[in-house]
């Protein structure tokens, strides 16, 4: 198992860089994203759910002076983001993909997406987690810049440029602070270590406070958190359909790992100092883009507006701090990185059909596109949350996880009141999801609708396949769940000191 991790996190990038000479490319990427799929069931067949824990270890030491190493390892969290990671790239690569100028260089650039996550998560090290992310990032500005959708791509391509550049900036300088917080001579970037470190309080609270604050904001930027979030909408909207399916699905959820592994494991008082910060603009991504999305007039945007509205509900996971809340927000990042792939799967089938996503052009597709019809209501009502769906799992734990959090010292606070308004955004989502379905599946057939073929197979085998997933983890979410038991995964701070209190929990 110890090789495999190794394979997983090397081949992927070996295969992105031997498309960029000349090795086929969609079929290279396919090839490359089956072989991920399968290792990551293995390691999670695999993983010792009673243990616990990091598993199936690696570590070398490259740069002792500075502690830098090559290491690889596994976890609850870890195998739901490397299953997330590559059921999603499979989708990616089956959908229909339009003929490209330069076909080599499109298709590394969405494996080097799929393969940069999926060595972000595996690392232990936090050196290249940042270095692994970053290279998943720059062929995303390529993609939307050069095949994107729209007059206005190049102009999308920069302003996603230039947010998650200063995002990764900022959070570079968070990762460095917190490297060098810890004791001169026991400098190290491997995380567990840190985390041991952390535990014995050797950050005092206030540097926790500023530390935290920049990481909340690095990691925040990346997720999109309120108001720094004008980014994504527009960027999804201009994106090819598989890059919005990788980067609204699978690298968006890094910022959300990067918070629970790092920021609240190793500063728990700073997480605790930064938390009414933090609802205060959760509450901004649920209720105010929440109804940016109800004023939306066209699928895409519609799309993009929502997937930075449920990025709320994770935050609020990461501003509870407890175990209940985090096994959620695991929950919830699959299932909704499923369902947003998903349903971009379906906007690009859609756009590339009738030529357009407004909602006034659309109606009616249900007579032309039955299966896409079809699909898309399973689609829109996992990411609504019915019951059935992994969202909704997910949802109803980080609800109730968050709710919990201090009610016995505190009673209803700001957090309860967040998760009230987390309850409105549920609301939000069905009027806006439901309006679209009807706008553009139902009625009278419009003029583009009148000429549409149905769902091709590939992007059928894609939806399918997500929806799936998504129907599995949500009548059986113990499958991922159990591999959260009894290993660390919740941090608070001790009462009157600087420790670290870990959680040891069951499954619910």
């Given amino acids: 198992m110890d090789i495999l991790v190794n394979l997983l996190l090397i081949i992927p990038i070996l295969a992105a860089v031997a498309m960029l000479l000349g090795a086929p490319g969609r079929l290279t990427g396919l090839v490359v994203s089956i072989f991920g799929l399968i290792s990551s069931v293995i390691l999670f067949l695999g993983y010792d759910a009673d243990a616990g824990g990091m598993q199936f270890l690696t570590k070398i030491a490259l740069i002792p002076s500075q502690g830098i190493t090559y290491g690889v390892g596994i976890d609850g969290l870890t195998l739901t983001m490397i299953l997330l990671t590559w059921i999603v790239a499979v989708a990616a690569f089956a959908v229909e993909q339009p003929q490209q100028d330069r076909p080599g260089l499109y298709n590394s650039c969405l494996l080097f997406i799929a393969a940069g996550a999926n060595a972000a998560f595996l690392t232990t090290d936090l050196f290249w987690m940042y270095a692994f992310h970053e290279l998943a990032l720059i062929p995303t500005f390529l993609l939307i810049g050069i095949w994107g959708w729209g007059s206005d791509r190049q102009g999308a391509a920069w302003k996603v440029t230039l947010y998650l550049g200063l995002g990764s900036l900022i959070l570079l300088a968070g990762l460095l602070a917190l490297y060098l917080a810890m004791p001169e001579g026991q400098r190290t970037f491997d995380i567990p270590t840190m985390q041991a470190m952390a535990s014995q309080g050797v950050i005092d609270a206030e540097t926790q406070q500023w530390i935290y604050l920049l990481l909340l904001i690095g990691f925040g930027i990346l997720v999109s958190l309120f108001p720094f979030h004008t980014w994504a909408p527009t960027a999804y909207a201009a994106a090819p359909t598989p890059a919005a399916m990788l980067h609204a699905g699978v690298l968006k959820k890094f910022g959300l790992y990067g918070l629970l592994r790092v920021a609240n494991t190793m500063l728990p008082e700073g997480a605790a100092a930064c938390s009414d910060l933090l609802l205060t603009l959760v509450l901004g991504n649920i209720l105010f883009v929440g109804l940016a999305a109800i004023s939306q007039r066209q699928f895409d945007l519609t799309l993009g507006y929502s997937s930075v509205m449920h990025m709320g509900y994770l935050f609020l996971a990461v501003a509870a701090t407890n175990a209940m809340a985090t096994q959620g927000a695991a929950l919830l990042m699959l299932g909704h990185g499923l369902s947003v792939a998903a349903l971009f799967a379906i906007c690009g ?44 799992a997910g949802e109803l734990l980080v609800f109730f996880g968050a709710f919990s959090h201090q009610w016995q010292a505190t009673g209803f606070g700001l957090i309860q009141y967040t998760v009230v308004a987390g309850l409105i955004g549920v609301v939000f989502s069905a009027v806006y999801m439901l309006r679209a379905y009807k706008s553009m599946c139902f009625g009278e057939p419009a003029g583009k609708a009148l000429v549409a073929s149905d769902i091709n197979p590939g992007a059928c085998y894609a939806v399918g396949t997500l929806i799936v997933a998504l129907l599995l983890f949500g009548f059986l979410p113990s499958l991922l769940l159990q591999n959260f038991a009894p290993a660390e995964v919740a941090v608070t701070p001790a009462t009157g000191s600087n420790s670290v209190v870990v959680a040891k929990v069951e499954t619910p």
């Fill in 349 to 392: 089938e859609i756009r590339s059909r009738t030529g357009t996503t407004l909602y006034s052009e659309l109606g009616g597709l249900v007579k032309a596109m039955p299966i896409l019809t079809f699909l898309t209501g399973f689609a829109l009502f996992a990411s609504i949350g019915l019951p059935g769906f992994a969202n909704f």
